[in-house]
């Protein structure tokens, strides 16, 4: 079953099949394309909504996991929210997006996976 969240966007009311970052969020009313974008220097979890220009931020601490903060991207770019919460944040934990092309993301991913590999040795 779908619904129309505040949004104005379609939201499944599953997680299933999105990247979350492993939080239950099917309580949550979040648009259905909101996938993680990272993990803050506070450990709060990002998700990026690139058809309604938002994101949100969850504390998933507690159970149920809830929206802390939700920001409206619309006129910036993904690159200057990263910026901005890396400012007053800190250094990102985990940070999926990749400034640049396709390309990027591919080299940034095969780099992440030979660091894990190298540090499982």
């Given at each position: ?6 949004t ?14 492993g ?26 909504s ?16 809830e ?6 991207i ?7 929210w ?6 007053e ?30 540090a499982?040795r």
């Amino acid at each position: 079953m779908s619904t129309t969240n505040s949004t104005g966007l379609e939201s499944s009311g599953t997680t299933a099949g999105r990247d979350r970052g492993g939080i239950d969020t099917d309580h949550l009313e979040l648009p259905i394309d909101a996938q993680l974008l990272g993990v803050d220097g506070a450990g709060e979890t990002h998700l990026h909504s690139p058809r309604a220009d938002r994101v949100y931020v969850i504390d998933d601490s507690e159970t149920p996991a809830e929206v802390t903060h939700e920001a409206d991207i619309g006129t910036r770019s993904v690159f200057d929210w990263v910026e901005h919460v890396e400012s007053e944040r800190g250094e990102w934990e985990d940070l999926r997006y990749t400034r640049g092309g396709w390309a990027d993301g591919v080299v940034a991913t095969v780099i992440r996976s030979q660091q894990a590999e190298e540090a499982d040795r």
